[in-house]
């Protein structure tokens, strides 16, 4: 739609969805869980941009880029200056700020893309918001927690304690390696790291012996992690922004760790807004030591946050 009636009054907002693993809000799939939110915040009146990531969509014959946060974010940056670049969403909104929605996977893009708006000069557009919630955004001590698991090294730490084979490791050798292999340079084939399935022992021994064949592998993890920035204030020395962070302690699937991190590396940068009581009532702990089916905290999480991010744009 792109003509609007007299009594409509225009936004100051424009909202990016960034999706979760496995959406593709531009197939226009009714049983889309991002596609639907979309139409959500589209109802109340938002211009509503939700990229697909490289791997859905048109290209869904190809890996999923999981987590490759620059690639990602450059891509949904492409997309975002393309629409508001055509006049004919202009009666939309007011002012070109913008609000960055994701969970999970999409939680990771989100924090991606408002990083690389705000160090692009070119881009003038300003980040209001970005909402993200129960995201791997230590991806390196994610991957490395799953492998230490497999390996019986893990310690206790809270990147290991909760990794699940059934479907933790599923969501590597499915979800992460694929991307990463097709897409980087790391020297590395996707038969050196699965076999029938599973992560290659030898390929989980030379990660965690810190075998210098996975430096670029390494690498490649640690610049999609985003605990892992440096002086944090100078590259966000103007941004006005508020991040919006979510995570339960009882998420199985992605270490609260992540989330908890992060608030930390960029505290003193910006400003946080860390809804910890969101996620970490009775309730969760109690659905936690009832079920330990790994995705049941992390989704209920997920639909917490993105009830009261709705709720903030009626």
Known sequence: V????????????IIILTHATG???????????WYILANLFASRGYLVIAPDNYGRGGTKDSPETYLMGTRTALNSFD???HVLADTNYKDF??????TIIG???????????YL???????ANLTVKEVYSGGA????YRTVRGVLQHLDGSCDGNDYCQFVDEETTVPFATDRIFPGFLNYANTGLSIDDVVIDDKIN???INTFLEKDPVMDRFKALLQLSSYTQIISAEDILDTSAAVIHLYHSEFDRLVPSANTSELASTFENAVTIDFHKNKCNSQGYEAIFNLTDKVGVIHTLCGLSMLDETLANFK
């Open 2 to 13: 792109t003509e609007t009636s007299s009594s409509f009054v225009p936004r100051n907002r």
């Open 23 to 33: 959406s593709s809000p531009g197939d226009l799939n009714n049983t889309d869980a």
């Open 116 to 122: 690389a708006l705000e160090t692009n000069d070119d």
């Open 79 to 81: 997309l975002v200056s």
């Open 103 to 113: 969970y999970s996977q999409g939680g990771h893009s989100a924090l991606g893309l």
């Open 93 to 98: 909104y007011t002012r070109s700020d913008l």
């Open 201 to 203: 022992t030898e390929f």
């Open 136 to 139: 791997p955004h230590n991806l």
